[in-house]
């Protein structure tokens, strides 16, 4: 007689880092809890830095070749047709807030042109597949693009809940309303009383702080006993000792202020690496700030450092001949540029502020370390983070993006950006808002978000699946 095949947890995490760590999180503790799960994890080739990690939890790790900046967050649909074709469960998992809303006119032309289907929609109870769901998330994929691939490639009807051979919805069968997990806090994001009802808010999703060390020495000196990880050491290794020197130095009047604008390099935003390096230099000359700015590998902005670096004299930047390769100073040593990374939760307590693109990682760090923020959006549910913390109070209003990436190296533009981020630093600074900041920090941090998901999922799922969930 043969044995059951191992039940089986597909994770698929398509986006920059920001989309994917956050998923990857859940899939490593699902796998630490339900050792009897074989679980997948499936994203972009980009992303082979957490294999180790993943695979060190018992999780498999599968790549696409599709550029992560190329990805439309439509994950969510791609993963239910498929599931839907498996006849498996499917559980839609976001970090952020939906970005995207239907267009004005999506339901009156749905009524028209699909009027039973509206009607099977609305008939729906609250455990079952509704008009809510379609409006907050499932939407697309009621379009054409959709339907013609579920059709061609997957011999799926074009349309969810309709019969392939009639045309008309399943009447006789009501699919359950799909299981939605959202990676931030209810003490940040306000849940409208109008969200599907299977809609639940976790708290933010973080890996574990060791997975976002580049560098192995660091990542070994800095573990500890602590079930997770210390966030109070302060010793890197000897390579990095640059960086450590940079943030305890007790002679400045302020701990320095973090920058970095993660994938956004990637993505085509930076079109001018040297004026956005000299609106700093600017800065820098006209304050007492210091600044650790994260290039995050992105090599126009390398390349824009090492040419500033070229151009100095040794006397402005001497530390340059005595620390690691990832770590270059610039203007006097007030700016330490570092290629490397390490963990936003052990960088941001040791910052006075963090200015950053608005995403969802960085956003949700920087509140945790009770930190005030300085967000300049450029996609998606960037605006919203940008927003909504300065509606909070942990922020200004979010720059413009000519006011910290100037297009242009002339005088006047790079004058005019250096005084808006000025501007935008001191408002951070106040004592308003930082003691604003360390109270919403206080309230974060009964908070486990991986933890709360893990629960959901093992009540709503686990406990119910047959062999596996997508």
């Not at 967050?73 to 599931?83: C, M, S, T, V």
């Not at 708290?203 to 109070?232: V, Y």
């Not at 993660?262 to 007492?288: C, D, H, Q, Y």
């Not at 040593?333 to 963990?343: A, K």
């Amino acid at each position: 007689m043969g044995t059951n095949p191992r039940p089986r947890a597909v994770f698929m995490a398509f986006g920059t880092k920001g989309d994917v760590y956050p998923l990857a999180a859940i899939a490593s503790a699902l796998a630490s809890d339900q050792e009897h799960y074989h679980v997948v994890f499936i994203t972009h080739a980009e992303h082979q830095d957490i294999i180790y990690h993943l695979e060190a939890k018992n999780v498999s790790f599968l790549s696409v070749t599709t550029p992560s900046v190329l990805s439309a967050r439509q994950f969510d649909k791609l993963g239910w047709n498929i599931a839907e074709l498996y006849q498996i469960d499917c559980v839609v998992a976001a970090p952020y807030v939906v970005p995207y809303s239907a267009p004005s006119s999506f339901e009156r032309c749905f009524k028209k042109e699909l009027p039973f289907l509206y009607k099977y929609l609305h008939e729906g109870s609250a455990n079952e597949v509704c008009w809510n769901d379609v409006e907050h998330w499932m939407w697309p994929l009621f379009t054409e693009e959709w339907g013609t691939w579920r059709s061609d490639c997957l011999h799926l009807s074009p349309l969810p809940f309709m019969d392939p051979v009639t045309n008309l919805p399943i009447w006789h069968k009501r699919v359950k309303s799909p299981l939605l997990l959202y990676g931030f806090s209810k003490e940040i994001v306000e849940c409208p009383g109008y969200w599907p009802s299977n809609a639940h808010v976790c708290g933010f999703w973080f890996l574990p702080p060791e997975w976002h060390f580049s560098c192995n020495k660091c990542r070994e000196i800095l573990a500890s006993t602590f079930p997770r990880f210390s966030i109070k050491k302060n010793s890197l290794c000897a390579n990095h000792t640059g960086l450590q020197s940079f943030l305890m130095d007790e002679s400045s009047s302020c701990l320095p202020i973090f920058i970095g604008l993660s994938s956004i390099g990637s993505m085509g935003f930076i079109r001018n690496p040297e004026a956005f390096l000299s609106v700093l230099e600017v800065v820098i000359k006209t304050t007492f700030y210091r600044f650790v700015l994260f290039s995050a590998g992105y090599e126009p902005l390398d390349a824009a450092i090492n040419l500033f670096i070229g151009t100095s004299s040794g006397s402005d930047n001497p530390s340059n001949l005595n620390y690691g390769q990832d770590c270059r100073f610039l203007f006097g040593g007030r700016l330490l540029c570092f290629s490397g990374t390490v963990p936003y939760m052990w960088l941001f307590p040791r910052c006075a502020a963090v200015i950053h693109h608005g995403g969802s990682g960085a956003s949700a760090a920087a509140l945790h370390a009770g930190v005030s923020q300085i967000l300049c959006p450029f996609i998606l549910d960037q605006f919203y983070w940008a927003e909504r913390l300065c509606w909070l109070g942990v922020s200004p209003a979010p720059l413009e993006r000519l006011h910290l990436l100037p297009e242009n190296s002339d005088a006047e533009s790079i004058k005019k950006a250096a005084d808006m981020l000025i501007k935008a630093i001191n408002l951070a600074l106040s004592p308003t808002m930082k003691e604003q900041a360390l109270k919403i920090a206080e309230i974060l941090s009964a908070e486990d978000g991986v933890a709360e998901a893990l629960k959901i999922l093992k009540e709503q799922v686990i406990n119910h699946a047959g062999d596996g969930l997508d």
